[in-house]
């Protein structure tokens, strides 16, 4: 079997610890039970030539196996959820809904989230940002409100536990410092069912583990 | 042949949408696969039902039901229509081989995340907010970021015609995505950016859902329109 690869960085800042994307590639890469490598870029080498050619907007995570190269972190938990059952049901139907609902968590409520996320962290000093920042408010609640409306009271967003979960999961952490998640108690629960097993545990500790140990020295 | 296929979309669009509306990259999949299916109006009223809410939860277009199953999430849709066999005298959507395969279902998700992300945001200031002092202040970084974001894949046509080298479904997502720039210059100031929609809107297969688009919203015109 070909040795997988993933990207992530040495450090980032403490708002983005626990919340980039290679987050998400490493969790579906315990769950399937599929060991890995990891390389770790320093400071600005995200945006160097020879990571510009396998990553070309200059992000993580990017995912080797073999001769595969891929980034995107949702084409790479795709890839991976492939050769998992446990991630991806073997069912036609299951699985297209699965994978529905993987793009729903990217498309329908991360591009929010986020949006929240940076007016609070990026912007936060500029004067526009707080201008935006009630309409953008409204508009994460609403996807919020969407999503445990569709989740109703299934413990998961389709049948058992799978690599929805993992994407959705991952989003909702983009707002962990709000409380707007812990103010809606199924989406409470459903955060806490899924960041409560023992895969995602060992994901986060190892995205952690670097930024400990390459934190800048303060001047 | 397969169960049924049916797919929701909007009966009307406002004109600044038309066009745009993501019905349209699920019928260019079905059209360029050769798969029949009917087409399902939906209002906004419709739309904020709890029986429609129940199939889209963020009350959407499309939906997409094939027998048993229903989905929603125009990306995952066209993914879905993507992976059956092609019928004889159709073109795959997706490549056969594994690797080339993986790679086209990434810029699927290219097109979504890493470029739609950025030309929503800017097109929501220019739809919805473009006198606003926020929008007003904000609109020239991100216009900046959609700019950098187009080079990056205009660069991807250096040596290739499509993004997975034959035409793809990751075409017909990433020129989903750039549609929604049509009401302003960014496309087109990149000439090889131009040249790749040209391309993939001369299909056939696209000029045919364009057309049946927007058709309905032409019969659906509300009177004060």
């Not at chain 1, 949702?74 to 991806?88: D, F, M, T």
Request: with cysteine.
């Amino acid at each position: 079997m070909a040795n997988i690869r993933v990207t992530g960085f040495k450090w980032v800042p403490p708002f983005a610890q626990g919340l980039v994307r290679d987050l998400r590639v490493r969790w579906a890469l315990e769950e399937a039970g599929l060991p890995y490598e990891e390389k770790l870029l320093g400071h600005g080498e995200q945006n160097s030539a020879e990571h510009r050619a396998i990553q070309p907007f200059g992000q993580v995570p990017v995912f080797e196996e073999g001769d595969l190269t891929l980034f995107e972190s949702g084409a790479i938990v795709l890839h991976i959820a492939e050769k998992s059952p446990l991630l991806l049901p073997p069912e036609p139907g299951a699985r297209a809904r699965v994978i529905t609902w993987m793009f729903a968590a990217l498309n329908s409520v991360e591009p929010h989230l986020l949006a929240l996320a940076a007016l609070d962290s990026f912007f936060a000093k500029e004067e526009w940002a707080r201008l935006r920042k009630p309409s953008a408010l409204a508009m994460a609640q609403s996807r919020l409100t969407g999503l445990a409306a569709g989740l109703g009271d299934r413990p998961y967003l389709e049948g058992p536990f799978s690599a929805a979960d993992v994407l959705m999961t991952t989003v909702l952490r983009f707002i962990k410092h709000t409380t707007l998640v812990t103010e809606m108690p199924t989406l409470a629960a459903y955060q806490a069912r899924c960041e409560a097993r023992p895969a995602f545990k060992r994901a986060l500790e190892a995205q952690l583990a670097p930024f400990a140990k390459y934190a800048p020295v303060a001047a | 042949m397969g169960a049924p296929i049916q797919l929701t979309a909007l009966q009307w669009a406002p004109p600044q949408f038309q066009g745009q509306v993501r019905d349209l990259a699920v019928r260019w999949a079905l059209e360029e696969a050769g798969l029949r299916y009917e087409i399902k109006l939906s209002g906004d009223a419709a739309r904020k039902t709890a029986e429609y809410r129940e199939r889209q939860p963020f009350g959407q277009v499309p939906v997409y039901t094939e027998g048993d199953i229903e989905l929603f999430e125009s990306g995952a849709i066209v993914l879905h229509i993507a992976e059956k066999p092609a019928l004889p005298g159709h073109h795959a959507l997706l490549p056969a081989d594994p690797p080339a395969r993986a790679r086209a279902k990434a810029w699927i998700f290219s097109a979504l995340n890493s470029l739609d992300v950025h030309i929503t945001a800017l097109c929501d200031i220019d739809h919805w907010a473009p006198t606003e002092p926020w929008g007003i202040a904000r609109r020239p970084q991100l216009e900046q970021m959609v700019r950098s974001r187009l080079e990056i894949l205009a660069a991807q046509f250096a040596h290739r015609e499509y993004l997975a080298g034959e035409f793809s479904v990751a075409d017909i997502m990433m020129i989903m995505v750039l549609r929604a720039l049509r009401h302003t210059t960014l496309v087109t100031d990149i000439p090889a950016l131009g040249a790749y929609r040209d391309r993939c809107e001369a299909r056939p297969a696209f000029q045919r859902s364009l057309a049946a688009q927007m058709q309905e919203y032409a019969r659906h015109t509300p009177p004060s329109h």
